[in-house]
């Protein structure tokens, strides 16, 4: 746990100091493994070394008395003062690695030694001239000096280190959080990082409007590997934290959460083992961790809360264009049946047959108009508004072309449709009446916008994985622009024409495509004409018929 | 044939389409009985025993569901289901209770009245013998199972195929449910339609003209199939 032998730091090993930090900012999942380890050593790193750590004083004493088994054999060649450095030396060194007290018995006991083993009189502690207590004095102070140079810049060192591994493992959580999009997944990898740094369970309890506390719900997608246990809270304690507002400890530590105008939760950690106290450095980055998890939660909130507003922004534009279009669209045939109305009823106008027939038809015509406009909107709704459950089944698709055509019948008399499907096609899962639908609407939108004599062919290729749906004519075209705005809802081909209907019947194609997984979009034939292409997904069926048709040709 | 005595009862509780469908079958030779609520209609079909009756599912007292599948509990009266319901469930839901045709208001006048003479011939007329049905230019011997064109080329029809034609021609030209069919071809204990989609297709292959456009096995969407045979042909045998 503690870096108590100085080694680790002076000399690295595979998992410290420069190389770790680098791990540290570069993996992606930084909390496996060697992740641990980096995290233990960032966390622990400023801790100070207890006073009277014995180990380090016999590894003190080792100093002295290598510097003197050096020494001695060379005192007949060096002179006492080169002796003298090299007892500095040794205290250099010694301070370099040891902490402050081993390093003044250093200081004293390398006095000592030069004065026992060098100064005449040699293996006394008597000083023969007086001149040398001057140099064993001076010699003590600057060796005192050093020693504490050297720890202080140690010190210096050691809490360096540990700021920027702090800001290594508030970097890994801040990435992960960053990618996040909802607040589970955010509260999920907070609570790995928590408890991967600080050998703890956590968990984050979200606050509602009111201010009650509730447990996060685990993440499902994580998986069973990352599911922890939680720890034991009391939740009565943490709504009171709640209301502080502030850090505050009882048998877990308890974190709140503090969004821009209230507080968005709490996190608990419980350090393991339990009894463990976190020092006051493991503190403030744990109120760190929350404080990136709050502004992370406060990031998603607002995140939601945009696409909200962008949603019923964009739901109360449709309204507004449906109400108006509707009225428009509605109002003009009622008045023309109501006209016709009041005609025929009046006997004053004493109206022939011929023109009660016209006015009859001109009724019988605009209510159909206003019904299938109303058709129209409804279903739009029920699409964009409505559950969008599908009733599916299996279905043949030459059976729902089929069902188009006769639809449309009348409608296309003047037209001639070419049906163009293989024969092997596969039956689709879909919702039979929406797909005739798209399908109507293609074939009702050939009539108006191309001229009677046109010819409209349908046909159908399976890919891959998809299956399309192509109606396409050798009319006049598209109009010009993007052919994406024709899908819009109240768009019309020609933006000035009096042709029925408030331009839904594309917007209705789309929905129902989507609804599908598939899309519609529109295009020009290379050799002119409009073409209009469902893409629908395949899924594949078990050959249910084929077996029966084995069975069956047989017999 | 003449519809000068033919009776018609009418569910309908709206005072406006009741004008309209009394003038329309007035007009062309039925006797018109209107009844505004459930109660008072099944009465009228004891008392007058009508030919046909039309029933709206939204009635005041009770649902139109409920007067089909009371008035079935006693009579094979031809019913027909006029209605602003769209939804295929409630389709289905009326010709499961019994009803013989649906049509969804709002109604062009001459397609009912079609609908309404389409169906009255065909009660009159009685259940076709099963013998020989002519579809198109193949006709084909229910009995003997042969199926031939007009040119005098066989159509191989197989085992299964004859059982859903057969199924079908049995109930005239009356809808049969997806479920019914399934039942009476495959039996009880099969529930997928993929092989019935299959199988019709096959058929209308063999046996329409134009099977993209097919003019006697008609889909009735959500609900299930029916036959239309030839108008005017009688069925031999």
């Known amino acids: ?555 | 044939m003449t519809e000068a005595m033919h009776l018609i009862l009418i569910f309908e509780d709206d005072q406006a389409i009741q004008n309209v469908l009394r003038v329309l079958f007035e007009a062309n030779g039925f006797r018109v009985v209107i009844a505004e609520t459930a109660a008072r209609g099944e009465n009228d079909a004891r008392l007058h025993r009508p030919d046909i009756v039309v029933v709206d599912l939204g009635l005041p007292d009770r649902d139109g569901l409920n007067v089909i599948t009371a008035i079935r509990a006693w009579s094979p009266v031809p019913i027909i289901v006029l209605t602003a319901r769209t939804a295929e469930a409630q389709r289905l839901a009326a010709f499961e209770n019994g009803a013989d045709d649906y049509v969804t208001k709002p109604f062009s006048a001459p397609e009912l009245l079609a609908r309404v003479r389409a169906i009255v011939r065909r009660h009159v007329r009685g259940e076709l013998p099963m013998g020989m049905l002519e579809l198109g230019d193949v006709s084909i011997d229910l009995g003997r199972r042969v199926a031939r064109r007009r040119d005098g080329r066989d159509v191989r029809l197989t085992p299964l195929e004859h059982r859903i034609l057969e199924t079908l021609a049995r109930h005239g030209d009356r809808i049969v449910t997806h479920a019914a069919l399934i039942k009476e071809v495959w039996g009880p204990h099969r529930n997928d339609s993929r092989a019935l989609r299959v199988y019709i297709g096959s058929l209308r292959r063999k046996l329409e003209i134009d099977p993209a456009r097919p003019k006697h096995i008609l889909t009735e969407l959500g609900v299930g199939y029916r036959l239309v045979i030839d108008a005017g042909v009688e069925p031999g045998g």
């Open chain 1, 1 to 555: 746990m503690f870096t108590r032998n100085p080694a680790s730091i002076a000399a690295p090993s595979p998992l410290t100091a420069r190389n770790l930090r680098q791990k540290g900012l570069a993996f992606a999942a930084p909390l496996r493994r060697a992740g641990r380890t980096i995290l233990r050593f960032a966390t622990d790193a400023p801790q100070p070394h207890p006073p009277w750590y014995w180990p380090d004083y016999l590894r003190a004493l080792a100093i002295p008395t290598v510097t003197t088994a050096i020494a001695f054999p060379l005192s007949p060649y060096f002179g006492l003062v080169n002796i003298v450095m090299l007892y500095i030396l040794g205290t250099t060194v010694g301070a370099l690695r040891l902490g402050r007290g081993p390093s003044v018995l250093i200081a004293i006991a390398n006095m000592l030694a030069f004065d026992f083993f060098f100064v005449p009189p040699v293996f006394s502690f008597d000083v023969e001239d007086t001149h040398y207590l001057f140099t064993l004095g001076v010699m003590l102070i600057v060796a005192l000096v050093i020693a504490n140079l050297m720890v202080s810049i140690r010190r210096h060192r050691e809490i360096a280190d540990a700021r920027e591994q702090r800001t290594a493992v508030l970097y890994a959580m801040t990435r992960e959080l960053a990618v996040a999009t909802d607040a589970q997944a955010m509260t999920a990898a907070a609570v790995r990082h928590i408890s991967a740094v600080f050998h703890s369970t956590a968990v984050v309890l979200i606050a509602d409007a009111r201010g009650c506390l509730s447990p996060m719900s685990p993440d499902e997608s994580v998986g069973k590997e990352a599911q922890r246990p939680l720890p034991a809270f009391d939740l009565e304690f943490a709504q009171e934290v709640v209301t502080g507002g502030e850090r505050c400890i009882k048998d877990a530590i308890y974190l709140p959460l503090l969004g821009s105008r209230r507080v968005r939760g709490v996190i608990v950690v419980c350090p393991q083992p339990p009894a463990r106290a976190l020092p006051a450095e493991q503190l403030n980055l744990l109120d760190a961790f929350a404080a990136q998890l709050a502004l992370s939660l406060q990031r998603a909130r607002l995140a939601e809360a945009a696409e909200a507003a962008r949603i019923s922004a964009e739901r109360a534009l449709l309204r507004n264009t449906l109400l108006a279009s509707i009225s428009h669209d509605l109002r003009t045939p009622l008045s023309a049946i109501a006209g016709a109305g009041s005609l025929i009823a009046q006997p004053e106008y004493a109206l022939n047959a011929d023109r009660r027939t016209t006015l009859g038809n001109l009724i019988e015509r605009k209510a159909r108009d206003m019904s299938h406009l109303l058709t129209n909107v409804l279903e739009l709704m029920q699409m964009e508004f409505g559950s969008a459950t599908l009733r599916t089944d299996w279905h043949a698709i030459d059976d729902l072309v089929a069902l188009a055509l006769r639809t449309n019948e009348a409608r296309l008399a003047g037209w001639r449709t070419v049906v163009n499907l293989p024969t092997d096609l596969p039956l689709i899962m879909v919702e039979a009446t929406l797909i005739v639908q798209i399908l109507s609407n293609l074939l009702e939108n050939a009539a108006k916008y191309t001229p009677p004599g046109t010819t409209i062919t349908l046909s159908a290729a399976v890919e891959e994985k998809s299956f399309s749906l192509v109606v396409a004519d050798d009319g006049p075209g598209l109009p010009p622009g993007d052919p994406e705005r024709l899908f819009e809802k109240f768009q019309r081909g020609r933006s000035e024409s009096n042709i029925v209907g408030v331009g839904l019947g594309l917007a209705i194609c789309r929905a129902a495509a989507r609804l599908h997984g598939g899309d519609i979009r529109a295009m020009n034939n290379a050799g002119g004409g409009a073409r209009f292409e469902i893409m629908l997904p395949v899924e594949t069926q078990a050959d249910a018929a084929s077996e029966d048709e084995d069975r069956d040709t047989r017999r």
